[in-house]
């Protein structure tokens, strides 16, 4: 790596971990109703909403209840937003005047943005009115990072309560987590936006003259507002095709800095009030600790792959090495370009501002497996905590194994249902990958859609199903999806993806919820050190990286030895 390069990556290190730290604190004040700075503006709000929807915020919820609320407001959210995308050619604010979806791109797009995924098989400037991309899109940016935190607030309640087998109220956590939290932020981040550069109006597209005399129209909108939510909730996505990249929506190199800083720093913060909630700030920065070990390897890696480039090219300008900057934009380069890849993959946000599908295939393969180890290298909101927490809880069993003593976590016995249930969690995105990535590659809908031959072409599948499951939404561009057959087969992968990993953690949540907490004695295996830190990033990877290393030998391995002899895909 170059100095540059190196300093970048301390430096935003740095600012992450400083600036998680109040925004930790904040976060459990706010889930624990505690006095905060807006609460004279907030509360109100709140109340309203509560009394419009006739709801008890203070009823308090066992797991069953907890999570038929969140599955039947995601599921309502859902059906809106399908019928929002089908009718939108009778709907006002649609100056390009588009018709309505597919019903089977509606779908697709619909379980994409109610799952957090914002996976996009469309190009959003022509396809979308803005409308659809407010009342639809940005909306449920907002709510499905909602969903997530709230996840997350009554896992952390889970370890904390005692024997009181309820989890907390979902309503109240969603809401919460819109009002105090993702909203403030979306506020400072579009105002942020604007100032770089980043448009915000209503009006139609500009038509000018290019340098080489053709007429180009140029879409504008509403592209802070989603921007700034698409960032800080990790969604992804974004209102252009070329996404984080297009310079309206990623104009500056602050702006650039400041994206891959409000990706991270929710689920950064919310290591900070895990601490905090278990009145022991060890037990986040030992979680912290892991992500970030497994995020700067990730972006050490990315950066010199990257730097080092295809050795054909090389041999060509008789140089020893070429940086590969194909596929990226010159004024972010190679260390900038290397840095957000490995942000938007290890946090579950779509948002890219460079090809994925021209990095080497090495780069290719750590962004495939920075999603495919599951939502915990940082993650997306909420998701990258109760992700992690998972393999936590699978390092304490198998600790537990070895010193022959029933494992503990936060002083709550980890017992047969909570290890069915995070065998599950963890499980079941790789059985989904690996087993839609080969009915694709064997049958011609499938193979229709993949444009490389050879390695590469297993590479394009296995990222979108990859991206899928872990509701991710970035792609290798190479793959066209927007057919019925990826439409329907990507729509479901997103939705077992999210809830097929909820479900089990919630059930979790209520067991340990239930449990007494049992002193801490000389048996008891401690997860606040170095030694469980380390402990747990080597069964992140061995379960992790190991599940995906056969295909991982066929795609980006082999095509990577493929390069080194000539041979190019």
């Known amino acids: 790596m170059k100095t540059l390069d190196v300093f970048q990556l301390l430096f935003f290190t740095g600012v992450l971990i400083v600036c998680s730290l109040p925004l930790g604190l904040y976060i459990k004040k706010v889930f624990c109703r505690e006095a ?29 209840q907890y999570a038929f609320a969140l599955l039947s407001f995601n599921i309502a ?10 009718l939108q050619n009778l709907l006002p604010l649609n100056p390009g ?3 309505g979806m597919s019903p089977d791109l509606a779908f697709n797009t619909a379980i994409s943005f109610v799952t957090n995924t914002n996976w996009q098989a469309y190009a959003g400037e022509s396809t979308l009115g803005y409308l659809a991309q407010m009342a639809g899109l940005t909306v449920q940016n907002f709510l499905s990072a909602a969903t997530g935190i709230a996840v997350a607030i009554a896992l952390m309640r889970s370890f904390s309560g005692k024997e009181s087998g309820t989890i907390g109220n979902f309503w109240f956590d969603a809401t919460r987590s819109v009002l105090w939290i993702l909203l403030p932020l979306s506020l400072i981040f579009s105002i942020v936006f604007v100032w770089q550069g980043v448009p915000q109006n209503f009006n139609k597209p500009v038509s000018i003259k290019t340098l ?11 592209v802070a507002s989603q921007e700034a939510i698409k960032i800080i909730g990790t969604n992804g996505g974004g209102f252009f095709n070329a996404n984080s990249a297009h310079p309206y929506e990623n104009p500056t190199p602050l702006a650039s800095f400041l994206q891959v800083f409000a990706i991270l720093i929710i689920p950064a913060a919310l290591c900070t009030t895990f601490g905090k909630m278990m009145k022991d700030r060890r037990h986040g920065l030992v979680l912290l600790g892991a992500m970030l070990l497994l995020f700067i390897t990730g972006v050490c890696l990315v950066t010199h792959f990257e730097n080092a480039g295809n050795p054909e090219i090389a041999k060509i ?27 938007t993959t290890s946090a579950s946000c779509g948002a890219v501002n460079s090809m994925h599908d021209s990095f080497t295939p090495l780069s290719g393969m750590i962004l495939m497996l920075n999603i495919g180890i599951g939502e915990i290298i940082f993650g997306g909101v909420g998701a990258g905590f109760y992700g992690i927490i998972l393999f936590a809880l699978l390092t304490v069993f198998i600790a537990g194994l070895m010193v022959g003593r029933t494992p503990e976590y936060l002083g709550k016995k980890i017992e047969a249902f909570e290890i069915k249930m995070v065998m599950l969690g963890v499980l079941v995105i790789p059985v989904l990958v690996l087993i839609l990535t080969a009915l694709s590659v064997s049958i011609d809908p499938g193979k229709a859609g993949i444009s490389n031959p050879g390695p590469h072409g297993l590479s394009q599948v296995l990222y979108a199903y990859l991206s899928a499951s872990g509701n991710n939404g970035s792609a290798f561009a190479g793959l066209s999806a927007n057919t019925f057959f990826y439409n329907l087969l990507l729509g479901l992968t ?46 992140i990877l061995m379960v992790g990286a190991l599940t995906f290393f056969p295909v991982l030998s066929l795609a980006p391995v082999a095509e990577h030895l493929k390069m080194m002899n000539g041979v190019l895909y």
Do not use: C
């Not at 300008?317 to 942000?343: C, D, N, W």
């Open 212 to 222: 080489e005399g053709v007429e180009q129209s140029i879409p504008q909108g509403p």
């Open 494 to 539: 997103m939705l077992i993806g999210r809830f097929g990993v909820i479900i089990p953690v919630i059930a979790i949540a209520g067991a340990i919820a239930s449990k007494k907490i049992v002193p801490v004695s000389n048996g008891t295996f401690p997860t606040t050190g170095i030694m469980f830190a380390g402990l747990l990033t080597i069964i």
């Open 36 to 64: 905060t700075l807006f609460d004279f503006i907030l509360k109100p709000v709140e109340k309203f909403i509560y009394r419009l929807m006739g709801i008890n915020a203070d009823a308090q919820m066992r797991w069953t």
């Open 317 to 343: 300008l008789h140089r020893t090495s070429v940086p590969q900057m194909e596929g990226k934009e010159v004024r972010f380069g190679i260390g900038a370009s290397s840095l957000y890849s490995v942000v």
């Open 97 to 99: 005047s588009f018709s």
């Open 77 to 86: 959210g859902g059906i809106l937003l399908y019928l929002l995308l089908r």
